[in-house]
């Protein structure tokens, strides 16, 4: 490999002569960053983690200053909705309804994601919105709650896409992040069943991403055990990170979309002023009545 390998990076590249894509990411350090921001007891972080992972590999595909994706997972566990936002820059934002979910392992030692998001008649709700008139929405039904296997199931029924999909979060004993990280293959349409049959068997014995994270493996060693026998190349790098562009000015905005009355009675109250408070990273924005009556107007 000839470029340098920074371990924050997003890598991706192109496997058995450009017949396979492949996405991969060390998301430790953002989905640490979410984390503190919201707060989050061990299973939240996990929940919120794979699914920000997700959208960091998946938004590889946005172009666009301005393109945006968002996913939605709403399941009928105690997670409640999850939604994650990436550009076409690589930074992510998220939120989980439930940032204290309690600890509840399978029988593996392994949280146990599919209780807490509950696939019963969940779905995960893809948005693409790449600056056309309507944005692409796609929906499926969950499959297992996991989290990477719907995504994967998302990609087959709503793209045709036949991908595979790897997240892991691992947390440590104080509860932050030890490692997080997640992979994503896909195969392009055309592809020869034999180079379909080897990447399964390949994917089929592979480690979880999170053990061989802790093993000292990065983004790009990893594709590099997985798929060097089909022979591979690492075309980008882009650093990933969790960021939130809130600011007063788009906190009002939303503010002035609860409507006129709304807003007349909040300047009818006994409160001097209110507080919103930015779902992405908890920033709180306070605007005093003078401020609101300005609005109104
Ligand atoms: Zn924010």
Request: hydrophobic share 40%; net charge negative; glycine share 8%.
């Amino acid at each position: 490999m000839s470029m340098e390998i920074n371990p924050n990076m997003l890598v991706r590249g192109t496997a058995a002569d450009g017949q396979v894509m492949f996405f991969s990411l060390d998301s430790t350090q953002l989905v640490e960053e979410a984390r503190r921001k919201h707060n989050l007891s061990p299973l939240s972080t996990v929940v919120l983690g794979r699914l920000l992972t997700a959208a960091a590999l998946a938004g590889q595909e946005l172009k666009g200053d301005k393109d945006v994706l968002t996913m939605i997972l709403k399941g009928s566990g105690p997670a409640g909705t999850v939604l994650v936002t990436a550009n076409s820059k690589s930074q992510v934002k998220g939120y989980i309804d439930n940032t204290n979910l309690e600890t509840k392992s399978r029988e593996d030692g392994h949280f146990d994601v599919a209780w807490a998001v509950g696939p019963e008649e969940g779905t995960l709700t893809v948005i693409r919105d790449l600056g056309l008139r309507e944005p692409y929405v796609g929906r499926v039904e969950l499959i297992s709650g996991e989290i990477a296997e719907d995504i994967a199931y998302y990609y087959a029924v709503s793209q045709q896409t036949p991908s595979v999909v790897s997240l892991g979060v691992l947390i440590d004993t104080d509860g932050s992040v030890k490692h997080a990280g997640g992979f994503m293959l896909q195969v392009l349409p055309n592809t020869p069943e034999e180079t379909i049959a080897a990447l399964e068997q390949l994917v089929g014995g592979f480690p979880p991403v999170t053990f061989l994270l802790e093993e000292g493996f990065s983004a790009a060693e990893l594709m590099d055990l997985l798929l060097n026998r089909l022979g591979f190349e690492i075309t980008t790098q882009t650093a990933a990170e969790y960021h939130c562009d809130c600011s007063k000015d788009r906190m009002e905005r939303k503010l002035m979309t609860i409507g006129r009355a709304d807003l007349q009675s909040i300047v009818d109250d006994d409160q001097e002023q209110v507080e919103l408070v930015c779902n992405f990273c908890n920033t709180a924005y306070s605007f005093t009545k003078d401020e609101i009556r300005e609005m109104i107007k």
